[in-house]
């Protein structure tokens, strides 16, 4: 039978990434410090904003002329906002993200039916 991957092995993926991107932060000397919180969660509403229209005209078949890559780049600013937040605060995600993607299997994994 084949390994599967567990909760933990995402949270471990999930870490790596963090690390290459904080590199990426230093290598290209973006900014590390003063992040204002309420700013964040602004420029996160944006985002998700951006996503959501996106997402509806995707649905009324009249996609955004910037289809798909105007929604990954969303994606993408909505990710590096949660990350700074996550830098903000000194918080490490790996226990709620565990937590979260275990729930998940739980209410919504085939196998969690049998």
């Known amino acids: 039978m084949e390994d599967k991957y567990d909760a933990k092995d995402v949270v471990v993926a999930f870490n790596d990434f963090l690390g290459v991107y904080e590199q990426f932060r230093k290598d290209n000397e973006l900014k590390d410090k003063?992040?204002?919180?309420?700013?964040?969660?602004?420029?996160?509403m944006d985002k998700n904003g951006r996503i959501a229209r996106q997402i509806k005209h995707f649905?009324?078949?009249?996609?955004?002329?910037?289809w798909p890559n105007g929604l990954t780049e969303a994606m993408t600013g909505?990710?590096?906002?949660?990350i700074l937040i996550?830098?903000?605060?000194?918080?490490?995600?790996?226990?709620?993200?565990?937590?979260e993607l275990n729930s998940a299997v739980g209410q919504y994994s085939k196998m969690s039916k049998k």
């Open 78 to 82: 909505y990710l590096v906002y949660l």
């Open 86 to 99: 996550l830098k903000q605060y000194k918080i490490k995600i790996d226990e709620g993200m565990v937590n």
């Open 59 to 66: 649905e009324r078949k009249d996609p955004k002329e910037d």
């Open 34 to 44: 003063d992040n204002n919180p309420f700013e964040l969660c602004t420029a996160l």
